[in-house]
Every structure is written in structure tokens, then in C-alpha cells.
């Protein structure tokens, strides 16, 4: 038998899939940018924080942390949930796109870019409401980079049959009754992120699907669990 074919190296490899890929890319930065200018315009709203952001800032109130390190902390753990339920390795994107939005998030503020839109602060809020409604749904979309807790959520859709709005809604929900507990601040924009936002997701994502023919990667049929893992005892 003569000699095997070379490998191609990492680089090569990497060149490919982008260049095979390059659409999905394209809709998870635009979804990036748009999600991380709705939470700017959120934030310089000033009338309340997401669940999430209410759950870490009510764990400052008694732990010396900081909001990137709750935040990642979760994070981390609906990764490892995600992991244990679907018999997989976690992926590591979503801390990518968790490090993407937050340096964007900071680069918009710094420049105060929300204060650009002469518009009453509860508009602003709706306009940041709506940026991350899309955003999100174009991440999802594209497969790539999917937030931890949406991974989670979307597993909850195909296991239980919920409504993807139903299953994200429920465990937002969890965040911001634990957040409201331990002290956490909870205002009219937490109410409207976490009704709106998770309500919006899903037909945001069949409009993209219906007018665009984009594909939706990330709530596809789920793939089958490997035939070993499957054999292997509890």
C-alpha cells in the first residue's frame, strides 16, 4: 500500500470551512453587532437591567465578584448541563460570542453611541429591545456561536416539545426570581426584555427563514446521540 495522504494543516483547514461557511459568519457577526448595540441602547436607557444582568448584580450584593465573572459563571454551567443532557462535549463559541458582544457593548459605550438617538429614554429601551430580538435570532440562525443558555433552551424545545419563546421564557424567569432575591434591581426594562424578547425570538427567526431563505442551524432537528454513546450503561 503506498503512503497515506498528507494531512492538511490547521490553517489550510480552517481557510475551508470559513470560505464554506462564509455566509453563516457573515449573519452571526450582523446578529453580534445588532444584539450588542440593543444592549447599549438598553443600558443607556437606564430603566432596568435583563434577568440576567439582575441575577449577577444580586450576587454582588454578597459575594465580592464581578458581573463578567457571574455572568461567565452561568455560562459555564449551562454548558455543562447542555453537556450531561445531550451526552456531548460543550462547545467553547458561546464564550466567544460572550467575549464578541461584551467587547462591542463596551466599544459602544465608550463611544456613547446610544446617545445618538434623540429619542425618550423608554423608546430607547424598546429600540434596544428590538436590536437584541433580532441580533439573537440571527445568531441562532446561524448555528455558530449560539449563547449558552439559548443551547440549553433549544434542547428543552426539541426534548419537551416547549415553544422555544416557553423554554427560554422559563429559564430567564429562574434568573430573575433568584437576581430579585438576593437583591438584584428590577425595573420596567427587565419586565419588557424578558416578555418581549423572548416572545419576539422565534417569529424573528421563521420571518429571516420566510423572506431571506435563510437556513435556522440552530433550532434544526437535533442530531442523533452516536450510536456507542447510546450502548454505553447508565
Not at 21 to 28: D, E, K, L, N, T
Not at 35 to 59: K, N, Q
Not at 143 to 166: K, Q
Not at 191 to 201: A, K, M
Amino acid at each position: 500500500m503506498g503512503d497515506p495522504l498528507p494531512r492538511r494543516p490547521a490553517w489550510s483547514r480552517l481557510r475551508v470551512h470559513l470560505t464554506a461557511h462564509r455566509g453563516r459568519y457573515a449573519v452571526y457577526l450582523v446578529g453580534c453587532l445588532l444584539f450588542s448595540s440593543g444592549a447599549a441602547c438598553f443600558i443607556h436607557a437606564d430603566l432596568g437591567t435583563d434577568p440576567l444582568d439582575v441575577f449577577a448584580l444580586g450576587v454582588l450584593e454578597h459575594a465580592p465578584l464581578t458581573i463578567g465573572i457571574v455572568q461567565a459563571s452561568v455560562a459555564a454551567v449551562c454548558l455543562a448541563g447542555w453537556a450531561v443532557w445531550n451526552r456531548r462535549r460543550p462547545p467553547v463559541s458561546p464564550f466567544v460570542t460572550f467575549f464578541l458582544c461584551g467587547s462591542l457593548i463596551d466599544a459602544l459605550r465608550a463611544l456613547e453611541a446610544a446617545s445618538l438617538l434623540p429619542v425618550p429614554s423608554g423608546v430607547l429601551m424598546l429600540v434596544g429591545v428590538g436590536l437584541c430580538t433580532y441580533g439573537s435570532a440571527l445568531i441562532i440562525i446561524s448555528g455558530i456561536g449560539i449563547r449558552a443558555m439559548d443551547l440549553v433552551a433549544i434542547t428543552m424545545t426539541h426534548r419537551w416539545r416547549w415553544p422555544f419563546w416557553a423554554a427560554k421564557g422559563s429559564l430567564e424567569l429562574v434568573l430573575l426570581a433568584a437576581g430579585w432575591a438576593l437583591g438584584g434591581p428590577v425595573g420596567v426594562g427587565t419586565v419588557c426584555f424578558l416578555v418581549l424578547v423572548d416572545t419576539l425570538l422565534q417569529p424573528c427567526m421563521r420571518l429571516n427563514t420566510r423572506l431571506f431563505s435563510l437556513r435556522n442551524h440552530g433550532l434544526a432537528a437535533p442530531a442523533p446521540v452516536p450510536a456507542r454513546l447510546e450502548s454505553d450503561p447508565a
